[in-house]
């Protein structure tokens, strides 16, 4: 099979896009009053996936992960290219890995509209592109001392599955299956970002750990804060036996989470669980913007942690 006929068979389908794949460029539309959300991921074989993962799960995820940096701009996901590279052309797994690319697409309503095809490791680049009545982004900078620290979700997940996977520890085979989704298949938070927009002060997805993206923002933003280990959301760990430093690192420092973390006026709390049980997501109060700079996790009185920069100072 040639590169055309690959292009042709699997990344080509019918979109509403005025131009989409086939011409030197594509041809979109943005809504009158809109801003372009323009975000880009890769994904490398070895670096953010096993060599031999499952086609279907790294299409997935890749373009997951992308959307992620939408949901958390408050951005529409709207449309992504592909820059792929390949070792061979081998169509069983190009099959499986447009299955699992399209499936994320048509879940969250994104079109491909163009990419790039060579021969090479195997690295997945996409680029994803949404929309954002203007003005309305929701930036990293925004936080206020005072204001209530969010999370969605449960975070560790990911994390403690890829633990696992190294063999520096040991979950129970149903913690390992259940974690497995999480690692595999995470749900950016679109429909979350959205309904953020005017409520939340400052946003931003959860890749690298709580602490190191909360970081982010408390730099962008210039303020410090402190988070309550108890209060953390936590996976049910179905039986495995951890030590409290293993689940606090998943927790606190794992990545590969994609939940939302944004801080917002505490006069927002009602509207705030209100709209969790509207999405049927968990959102969960973590901890409080400070006026002082500077991060503390406090486990009750005890510091369990203090970060200042980065996430070199852990653990
Ligand atoms: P050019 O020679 O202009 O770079 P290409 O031959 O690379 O164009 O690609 C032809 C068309 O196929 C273009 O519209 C391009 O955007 C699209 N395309 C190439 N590779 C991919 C891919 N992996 N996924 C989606 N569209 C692709
Ligand atoms: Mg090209």
């Known amino acids: 099979m040639k590169e055309f006929e690959a292009i042709n068979r699997f990344f080509t389908r019918p979109s509403a896009v005025d131009l989409g794949i086939g011409d030197d460029a594509a041809l979109l539309r943005v809504a009158p009053g809109h801003q372009l959300a323009v975000s880009a991921d890769m994904s490398v074989a070895g670096t953010h996936f096993f060599e031999n993962a499952a086609p279907f799960d790294i299409g997935w995820k890749t373009m997951a992960v992308n959307i992620s940096d939408m949901a958390?701009?408050?951005?529409?996901?709207?449309?992504?290219?592909?820059?792929?590279?390949?070792?061979?052309?081998?169509?069983?797994?190009?099959?499986?890995?447009?299955?699992?690319?399209?499936?994320?697409?048509?879940?969250?309503?994104?079109?491909?509209?163009?990419?790039?095809?060579?021969?090479?490791?195997?690295?997945?680049?996409?680029?994803?592109?949404?929309?954002?009545?203007?003005?309305?982004?929701l930036l990293r900078s925004g936080a206020r001392a005072g204001d209530d620290i969010w999370v969605s979700g449960e975070l560790g997940q990911a994390a403690l599955w890829l633990q696992s996977r190294q063999g520096a520890l040991r979950l129970s085979p149903?913690?390992?299956?259940?974690?497995?989704?999480?690692?595999?298949?995470?749900?950016?938070?679109?429909?979350?970002?959205?309904?953020?927009?005017?409520?939340?002060?400052?946003?931003?997805?959860?890749?690298?750990?709580?602490?190191?993206?909360?970081?982010?923002?408390?730099?962008?933003?210039?303020?410090?804060?402190?988070?309550?280990?108890?209060?953390?959301?936590?996976?049910?760990?179905?039986?495995?036996?951890?030590?409290?430093?293993?689940?606090?690192?998943?927790?606190?420092?794992?990545?590969?989470?994609?939940?939302?973390c944004f801080t917002a006026a505490n006069e927002q709390r009602a509207e705030l669980a209100?709209?969790?049980?509207?999405?049927?997501?968990?959102?969960?109060?973590?901890?409080?913007?400070?006026?002082?700079?500077?991060?503390?996790?406090?486990?009750?009185?005890?510091?369990?942690c203090v970060q200042t920069r980065g996430y070199d100072h852990f653990g």
């Open 72 to 137: 958390a701009m408050g951005a529409q996901p709207k449309w992504a290219t592909l820059s792929i590279a390949l070792p061979a052309m081998d169509s069983v797994w190009l099959d499986a890995f447009a299955q699992g690319l399209f499936a994320c697409c048509d879940r969250f309503g994104v079109s491909l509209i163009g990419g790039d095809t060579t021969r090479g490791p195997l690295n997945v680049a996409i680029n994803i592109l949404g929309e954002v009545p203007h003005g309305k982004g």
């Open 274 to 304: 209100a709209l969790a049980a509207t999405l049927r997501l968990p959102l969960t109060r973590i901890g409080e913007v400070t006026a002082a700079s500077g991060l503390r996790v406090l486990d009750g009185q005890q510091v369990l």
């Open 174 to 260: 149903t913690a390992q299956a259940a974690f497995a989704e999480a690692m595999h298949r995470p749900q950016p938070r679109v429909a979350l970002g959205l309904a953020l927009r005017g409520v939340a002060h400052s946003v931003l997805d959860i890749s690298d750990g709580l602490l190191a993206d909360l970081s982010h923002i408390l730099n962008a933003s210039q303020v410090g804060a402190v988070l309550d280990w108890q209060a953390i959301p936590k996976p049910d760990l179905y039986g495995s036996r951890l030590t409290d430093a293993q689940l606090q690192h998943a927790v606190l420092a794992g990545g590969d989470d994609y939940e939302l």
